[in-house]
């Protein structure tokens, strides 16, 4: 590439000043000398080379984003796959690259959620903080501090005034998601808490630990007014169902319980990963069909028109990820495993239905995320996702984005279509 003049002259002051500022004198006397460069260096040539570099970085990495986005544009064009304008939302799925990679915590970010009506998300930090971002700018917004030790799992109540975090310092905290502010701290573990859930009326909240328990909050008060036992091992993972009835846990013990909030009863354990299960998540409704079509129920109408399901499985149905790289989907009224999801390399550390019901969607150790065809078992996406451990997700229930968190110290925004 040919300089002109004045680009030379302007390049080699801006040289001259960088050789300066950083104390290389004998090289700047020898380059000034060589380059002919006469009079003092404008001000404007201050700092020139490390912006011009740091421009340059940028663009590039901006170049090999939409690099990306049109080779996945072209793929999925010469595939056939429809638009998202074409496509119901109940089929979008996480596309790369990712919108955003936002960086901020200094250390392994544990969780991330979206609030369920503005468009913020939360993730919580082994470095002992709690940081809220704009998930459709990529802007940082604020950070929220209480917690002395690593936070292992936030969550909103279902109107997102109030934010709920759990930490390794033994404490549940409260915050007022209006005013930033923790309303109360919830003591009563002896040991890490590591999942936190808001019951479906907002008025109670549920809590695992590696204490082996899992405990019901009243909010209003701040009292524990139940505690579940039966776990041998480290709980990892708790969480209602839709109506608040029922409370599915994942453990070290390598079990899944099903639990009765009402009797504090533990329904029914399943059995069968051959690890720690790190997470559990409830089907929705509009998962029921294609688990029971997944499973051979024949669905049809008869003559009058009405709805026949034969052989058809009621539910509630689950799904749970391991560190025995698996994923399994549970049919709690017959107390069996329906179907074992296989490809990941490596534990699965985060595992949820989509929305729509057609999919699921898992997060590990393999550093990706993968989108499940259930229905056809089989994975129908890998998505390389982070340069690390994949540790949790999040899928907003109406707008088409998706969150990552990782041990890579980033949190990445992917947008569905």
């Known amino acids: 590439m040919v300089l002109s003049h004045r680009q030379r002259e302007e390049l ?8 300066r500022s950083n104390g290389f004198e004998h090289s700047l006397e020898e380059f000034t000398k060589e380059a002919k460069i006469e009079g003092d260096l404008e001000k404007k040539h201050v700092g ?10 940028r663009l590039q990495k901006k170049v090999m984003d939409l690099e990306l986005k049109l080779n996945e544009t072209e793929r999925e064009f010469q595939s056939g796959v429809p638009t998202r304008e074409k496509r119901s939302s109940k089929d979008w799925i996480p596309r790369p690259p990712a919108k955003y990679s936002l960086s901020g915590h200094r250390s392994t970010i544990s969780r991330v959620v979206f609030h369920p009506k503005y468009s913020v998300m939360v993730s919580a930090s082994e470095d002992a903080t ?73 008025d109670y909240i549920i809590s695992a630990s590696r204490d082996k328990t899992i405990k019901l909050w009243e909010v209003a008060t701040g009292y524990c007014t139940k505690t579940f036992l039966g776990h041998r091992e480290w709980v990892r993972m708790v969480k209602p169902n839709t109506d608040g009835s029922l409370l599915a846990s994942a453990s070290n013990d390598q079990t899944v319980r099903v639990w009765v909030v009402a009797t504090k009863e ?3 354990e399943l059995r069968e990963h051959d690890h720690v299960v790190e997470c559990v998540a409830w089907a929705p409704e509009s998962a029921h069909q294609n688990l029971n079509e997944a499973t051979g129920a024949e669905i049809f109408n008869n003559m009058d028109g009405q709805e026949v399901k034969k052989g058809a499985r009621s539910g509630p149905f689950l799904v749970s990820g391991s560190r025995d790289k698996t994923i399994k989907i549970w049919d709690i009224s017959t107390e069996v495993c329906i179907m074992t999801l296989h490809g990941h390399d490596n534990w699965v550390r ?16 393999d550093k990706t995320i993968r989108i499940w065809d259930y229905k056809n078992k089989r994975c129908m996406k890998t998505l390389e996702a982070h340069e690390h451990f994949v540790t949790c997700l999040d899928f907003h229930r109406a707008a088409p984005y998706v969150i990552t968190g ?7 925004v992917w947008e569905c279509r």
């Open 130 to 202: 709690i940081k809220v971002w704009d998930y459709e700018t990529g802007d940082f917004e604020r950070t929220l501090k209480g917690h002395t030790n690593s936070v292992q799992d936030i969550c909103f109540d279902y109107t997102g005034k109030y934010l709920a975090s759990c930490s390794a310092d033994m404490s549940i905290r409260l915050w007022d998601f209006e005013t930033y502010e923790c309303i109360k701290t919830l003591q009563g573990h002896d040991h890490n808490v590591s999942s936190i859930s808001f019951l479906p009326s907002g």
């Open 350 to 365: 985060g595992v949820l239905f989509h929305p729509g019901g057609t999919y699921i969607i898992s997060a590990a150790d």
């Open 406 to 412: 990782s041990v890579d110290l980033t949190l990445k």
């Open 48 to 57: 020139l080379l490390e912006k011009k570099w740091t421009s340059v970085i």
């Open 266 to 268: 533990c329904k029914l």
């Open 12 to 19: 080699n002051k801006a040289i001259a000043d960088y050789l």
